[in-house]
């Protein structure tokens, strides 16, 4: 589901029709469109001058025209939902939770080291606290804190999992 950004309401947002999302992008289209020909302007502007003047390079757009690119340039296909995890008593909630997350992952095309930070926000209660502490544990010992998706499932099947199932 879309939203908008405002005042009111849970967090300043609210739902927002896929019509109403079309006319904004547009709307921002239409606002990108100006501010780069603004820039060309200044640019041609400027190699017209007698005194040559320094280009500004690409990474310090304006901090406008950087959001503008970065929503323009997302896609509009709609993400998966992946639920959430907590460590309860039931073995098949946490196979189901791994297997909805490696569909997540091969949908995104994530690197090793983003899955384990987008699982580790999809762990709540008991499972997060149990994993604060694995990685915690981990820094006492002065090890790596664990970047690998296997590494990770092999820890919550060990942690959450029957040792017979």
């Known amino acids: 589901m879309a939203y908008r950004i ?5 967090g300043g947002r609210r739902p927002v029709a896929n019509a109403e999302v079309l006319r904004l992008m547009q709307r921002l289209e239409a606002r ?3 501010i780069e ?3 060309q302007r200044d640019l041609d502007d400027a190699s017209e001058d007698e005194e040559p003047q320094e280009e500004e390079p690409a990474t ?3 901090a ?3 959001l503008l690119k970065q929503v323009l340039g997302s896609t509009s ?3 998966p939902d992946v639920s959430n995890y907590s460590g309860g008593l039931n073995p098949g909630e946490l196979v189901d939770w791994i297997n909805d997350m490696e569909k997540f992952f091969d949908y995104e095309e994530m690197n090793e080291e983003k899955k384990v930070k987008f699982a580790v926000k999809k762990l709540k209660g008991h499972a997060s606290l149990w994993w604060d502490g694995v990685q915690a544990e981990r820094r006492r010992q002065n090890k790596q804190k664990i ?8 820890k919550l099947r060990g942690k959450f999992l029957p040792q017979d199932y």
């Open 64 to 66: 406008e025209l950087k």
């Open 147 to 154: 970047k690998s998706w296997n590494r990770m499932t092999a």
């Open 77 to 79: 296909r709609p993400k």
């Open 60 to 62: 310090q757009e304006s």
């Open 37 to 39: 020909g603004d820039k």
């Open 6 to 10: 405002g005042r009111g309401g849970r």
């Open 32 to 34: 990108l469109d100006v």
